[in-house]
């Protein structure tokens, strides 16, 4: 059994940084890859940035230069810096894992809003 506990979402006015954490539990031996998905209402899910384990990561074009995502090997979790937050970043954000041999896993999302 796999958990991931996500934390960090919120309330932000725009211009204003959030940063989201995924910690990793269970029977756990390799993680292939970890990344952010959001989705916002009325539309599909989508990536937002993801790492591999060699560390290599990829962004979507609308969060680059703003967003950077960073993973903790020992202890099997997962960051996202979000900064000068905008009203379309608003929307849940779901922690997802690869792990190597077993398939994908999801947190249960955390609300990411940006208003004034």
């Known amino acids: 059994q796999v958990q991931l506990v996500e934390s960090g979402g919120g309330l932000v006015q725009p211009g204003g940084s959030l940063r989201l954490s995924c910690a990793a539990s269970?029977?756990?031996?390799?993680?292939?890859?970890m990344g952010w998905y959001r989705q916002a209402p009325g539309k599909q899910r989508e990536l937002v940035a993801s790492?591999?384990?060699?560390?290599?990561?990829n962004y979507a074009d609308c969060v680059k230069g703003r967003f950077t995502i960073s993973r903790d090997n020992a202890k099997n979790s997962v960051h996202l810096q979000m900064n000068t937050l905008e009203p379309e970043d608003t929307a849940v954000y779901y922690c997802?894992?690869?792990?190597?041999?077993?398939?994908?896993?999801w947190g249960q999302g955390t609300q990411v809003t940006v208003s004034s």
């Open positions: 269970g029977s756990i031996l390799s993680i292939r890859r």
């Open positions: 790492i591999i384990s060699g560390g290599s990561t």
């Open positions: 997802n894992i690869v792990i190597t041999g077993r398939g994908d896993y």
